[in-house]
């Protein structure tokens, strides 16, 4: 994903998507074993640990989040451990079986997850700049020299998305594929890339996918690709788990609900008073689950197999 304003899939319609498949994955990608003294606690591993899990949206997700667990594990005088997940769907069995404290969700992600039994609460999302509000883009792209001028222009062509699970990535473009006429399932010849940035390459090349989607923060790094479209979509949560005791979800909010990265940095963090953290980092604004009732109005209107539980 990113450190952003502002993404999975779970469910009986996911399980036949991958997730099924995926509860191997997830454990191959380290997901830490609850036992029964850890459920008891309400903890993913145990009382000393706080497990903090991302999607790896970029080969720099695990650089970017470094600060923020730094800041988490000061707040909350635990230990923080990174659990990157191989895909969305193996995040969400991940937060569904209760082995993850404190995660970076899409908002996608977060309603599938809890639509299927994931017991989370948002706490804020990133914003990168001041004065911004939590969101950002999903842009349509083409390569720098191609013909295609608009989402119509899709139809029939080999189109890259990130993820069945991701807002930006796959949730969004559906929508706006149907609303310009184009089924995605049968209109297009779809292509997963799995990571936004690996999207924008496949299409700046023009190979696997003559076109695509991804979010902007990634888009902006690539002078190989063109913006045909674009759509805002709510901002990516900072969730934490129902289960956790009160007195640690109340240092969670309390630390995280609205910071900036001059608290941070205040707080003794190393790699936080970097030009890398602070292009993905600015602040954080407070979101609550309201905030995301688009996503699921965009459930509804899709029909998307994602969103059922």
Request: hydrophobic share 35%; with cysteine; aromatic share 8%.
């Given at each position: 994903m990113k450190l952003r304003a502002l993404p999975a899939l779970a469910g009986v319609a996911l399980l036949a998507l991958g997730l099924a498949a995926c509860s191997g994955s997830a454990d191959a990608a380290g997901t830490p074993a609850a036992d029964d003294s850890s459920s008891a606690s309400g903890f993913a591993v145990d009382e000393n640990t706080l497990v903090f899990g991302v999607v790896p949206d970029s080969v720099d997700t695990e650089t970017n989040y470094q600060p923020l667990m730094?800041?988490?594990?000061?707040?909350?005088?635990?230990?923080?451990?990174?659990?990157?997940?191989?895909?969305?769907?193996?995040?969400?069995?991940?937060?569904?079986?209760?082995?993850?404290?404190?995660?970076?969700?899409?908002?996608?992600?977060?309603?599938?997850?809890?639509?299927?039994?994931?017991?989370?609460?948002?706490?804020?999302?990133?914003?990168?700049?001041?004065?911004q509000e939590p969101g950002y883009f999903s842009q349509a792209i083409v390569p720098a020299g191609s013909d295609i001028k608009s989402l119509e222009d899709f139809k029939g062509k080999k189109v890259c998305f990130v993820d069945p699970s991701s807002t930006s990535g796959y949730l969004f473009p559906s929508y706006n594929l149907l609303k310009a006429g184009?089924?995605?399932?049968?209109?297009?010849?779809?292509?997963?890339?799995?990571?936004?940035?690996?999207?924008?390459?496949?299409?700046?090349?023009?190979?696997?996918?003559?076109?695509?989607?991804?979010?902007?923060?990634?888009?902006?790094?690539?002078?190989?690709?063109?913006?045909?479209?674009?759509?805002?979509v709510p901002g990516a949560p900072l969730v934490y788990s129902s289960t956790l005791p009160d007195d640690v979800s109340k240092k969670l909010i309390?630390?995280?609900?609205?910071?900036?990265?001059?608290?941070?940095?205040?707080?003794?963090?190393?790699?936080?008073?970097?030009?890398?953290?602070?292009?993905?980092?600015?602040?954080?604004?407070?979101?609550?689950?309201?905030?995301?009732?688009?996503?699921?109005?965009?459930?509804?209107?899709?029909?998307?197999e994602q969103c059922q539980a």
């Open positions: 730094d800041y988490i594990a000061e707040i909350t005088g635990k230990t923080v451990e990174y659990h990157e997940s191989t895909d969305y769907a193996a995040l969400i069995e991940a937060a569904v079986a209760g082995k993850v404290d404190v995660a970076s969700f899409s908002g996608f992600t977060y309603v599938t997850a809890t639509n299927n039994g994931a017991k989370l609460t948002p706490i804020s999302s990133i914003v990168t700049e001041e004065g184009i089924d995605p399932k049968t209109d297009i010849t779809p292509v997963f890339a799995g990571k936004h940035d690996v999207s924008v390459t496949k299409v700046g090349e023009g190979v696997e996918c003559e076109a695509g989607f991804a979010e902007d923060s990634e888009v902006e790094k690539s002078d190989k690709v063109k913006v045909i479209d674009e759509t805002m309390d630390g995280l609900s609205e910071i900036t990265i001059d608290d941070i940095i205040a707080a003794g963090i190393d790699g936080a008073d970097t030009d890398a953290f602070r292009s993905v980092f600015y602040a954080t604004k407070p979101v609550d689950d309201a905030y995301y009732d688009l996503i699921r109005d965009i459930c509804k209107e899709t029909e998307a």
